[in-house]
């Protein structure tokens, strides 16, 4: 919100995760300006990974722009749903411990510093996000450091 682009968002977010331990932080999802179904796209996928979603400010109602819009929006939506329990269990241990549900990835892999990175999270302890924030351009994808381990996309399941 407050005119803070969605770069800035998704940095301030993680970035509270390690100063302080703050376990719920969250952006207002689609900021205080109504800019185009690209952003709202955009600010929904990076805050249906975030320990607290909330549509906030302008006139971010998906169906004022396209039914493809509204079935983006719902998927992005149906994904947080069936990630309910583990944000519970999450949430209850948050409370217990001050540990995130936003996490940057040097609180688990402190030995890469590539993890030491802003721009992209661990959700649920477990979940990579690395979110595309270039609403200007039709930008698909990103550098992103993936940390050891087996990982699979939670898309398409390769």
């Not at 996928?45 to 722009?65: E, M, N, P, Q, V």
């Not at 477990?126 to 898309?155: C, F, K, M, Q, Y």
Request: glycine letters at 8%; hydrophobic letters at 40%; proline letters at 4%.
């Amino acid at each position: 919100g407050d005119h803070v682009d969605l770069e800035a968002s998704v940095q301030t977010m993680v970035d509270s995760g390690v100063h302080g331990l703050k376990p719920f932080v969250h952006s207002d999802c689609g900021g205080d300006l109504r800019l185009s179904a690209g952003a709202l796209m955009r600010w929904t996928a990076h805050c249906a990974f975030g320990s607290i979603l909330r549509f906030h400010g302008a006139d971010h109602r998906a169906w004022t722009y396209s039914d493809h819009m509204v079935d983006v929006v719902r998927n992005y939506l149906s994904a947080r749903y069936r990630l309910l329990p583990s944000l519970i269990a999450a949430g209850n241990k948050a409370t217990e411990t001050g540990f995130p549900l936003v996490a940057r990835g040097d609180l688990f892999w402190p030995e890469f510093r590539e993890s030491a990175t802003n721009t992209q999270y661990i959700f649920l302890e477990d979940i990579l996000v690395a979110p595309l924030w270039n609403i200007l351009w039709n930008t698909t994808g990103r550098s992103v450091w993936v940390p050891p381990g087996d990982w699979e996309d939670a898309w398409d399941g390769s």
